[in-house]
């Protein structure tokens, strides 16, 4: 433990001690931001009480009790952030939205600041960045606190074969807070299992291919993978651009639409309008109800009967699909174009945010994690990496165009066939957890984010039901931009069914 953890450890033994020090306090556990919002310009609540609150959280759930390892980094500016913006407040000056509010970033979007900038890499250990990410920038222009990082999926999931999600060198195993001993799912396994253990606020995730989706439905939360395009990418660490893409993770829909608000781009923000008052409409009139995975999962399918009878009661019109998947040759395509991407992309990261001589590239990072061994490469390989060195970006631009072209028009063609005359497709996002397994890896029940990531289509997931202990979320997809439409419809949704239970910390099934 971190002499600077500790030391939190030691001035606030408790939440409920935290709270009974400080009289303008209420009550934190698991606040919105709304509530949070009203808090502080009641004059109930200050930054830095709200700050020390989450910081004393981490300590005790994330480096103690069931140590879940969601947080690699705590930003030692963190308390000194908060003061500065309570004394702003007082004098009238409040920056943006997120005044004074604390929120974690994915450790592998960089931060012009004291925190490192890893993607939990062995190789990237301490390292530093000069610039922020765009959406960083814009996240301190809006008034939030940086609270620190999280632990992701190494390399966000691509570096080889057999992976466990939520594993990474630096930040080790992050664990579920619901069943311990199952999978937090990736890569944004910290961001998600730290917003559903009420560790932060607010968290930022990241995106090629169910990396929001998948941590959100398993962690209870909610999260939005937005229209590519809408959040910047820049100065995240890459896998594929024409994928990648940031995205908020949070305990309701307001929070997450709220913060989508805040890291979109000035062109997106344009093209979405006002989302947060997008909470209070609901447009939709037919949702198509997807029905492929009831007969061999029985959760899921009492969860989906449930769905409908909310969306009747909402006034919508249920469609329901029985089959729904990609070709095989899909997903062949799409890993020729991340690899592709991979290798393009990632080296000039590298080269651009002046990475470590031993980073400089991707033969740099395979050397080093080969000399390194074990420390390097516990549990599993880098053949990701391999094959992105071994790519010929010129030679082999024109089958990569190609297979992009092919995946992206066949990811639309499925989605196009539902998303008629401004309906949504409301499909499971995965199934219950799987057990953590550092011997065979993820043993993977279904996802159904691909079909969204690949074409660039947003969607939105949100918790909807339980398997026994482990949390089930669905997921909401649109056209592009059609955000708002969607979280009109989870937020109703939500409220239909009320707050998402919070974690129980069982130790296994």
Known sequence: MSLFRLSYLLLVMS?????????????????????????????????????????????????QGPTLHAVTDINSDALTQAKQLDAERQAGNIRGPLHGMPVLLKANIATADQLPTTAGALVLKDFKTSVDAALVAQLRNAGAVILGKTNLSEWANFRGEGSASGWSALGGQTKNPYVLSQSPCGSSSGSGVAVAADLTLLAVGTETDGSITCPAAINNIVGIKP??????????????????????????????????????????????????????????????????????????????????????ALGVTVKERQTWQLADTVYQDEFTVLVYEYNRDLNQ??????????????????????????????????????????IDLEKQKAAYQQARQRSQQMAAALLD?????????????????????????????????????????????????????????????????????????????????????????????
């Open 15 to 63: 939440p409920v001690a935290a709270l009974a020090k400080a009289p303008t306090a209420a009550d934190l556990s698991r606040l919105s931001l709304t509530e949070a919002q009203n808090l502080q310009q009641q004059g109930k609540l200050s930054s830095q009480e709200l700050t020390e609150y989450y910081l004393a959280r981490i300590t005790q759930l994330d480096d």
């Open 349 to 390: 990261w590298l080269q651009d945010f002046r990475a470590p001589a031993a980073a400089k590239d991707i033969k740099s990072i395979i050397a080093f994690n080969q000399q390194q061994g074990k420390t390097a490469l516990a549990f599993f390989g880098q053949q990701y990496l391999e094959q992105a060195a071994a």
């Open 417 to 509: 066939e539902d998303l008629v005359n401004g309906s949504l497709v409301l499909v499971p996002a995965t199934g219950p957890a799987w057990a953590i397994d550092h011997v065979k890896g993820d043993q993977y029940n279904f996802g159904s984010a691909s079909a969204a990531a690949i074409s660039g289509y947003p969607s939105l997931t949100l918790p909807a039901g339980f398997d026994g202990h482990l949390p089930l979320g669905v997921s909401l997809i649109g056209k592009p931009w059609q955000e708002a439409d969607m979280i009109g419809l989870a937020h109703a949704l939500e409220r239909q069914r009320g707050p998402a239970a919070a974690p129980t910390y069982r130790t296994n099934l």
């Open 227 to 312: 229209t590519h395009g809408a959040v910047s990418g820049h100065g995240i660490i890459p896998i594929a651009s024409s994928q990648d893409t940031a995205g908020p993770m949070t305990r309701n829909v307001a929070d997450a639409a709220a913060l989508l608000q805040v890291i979109a781009t000035p062109q997106a923000q344009q093209k979405y309008g006002d989302l947060n008052a997008a909470i209070t409409q609901q447009p939709v009139k037919q949702v198509v109800l997807v029905r492929h995975y009831d007969k061999d999962y029985p959760a899921v399918g009492k969860m989906l009967d449930e769905l409908k009878k909310q969306l009747t």
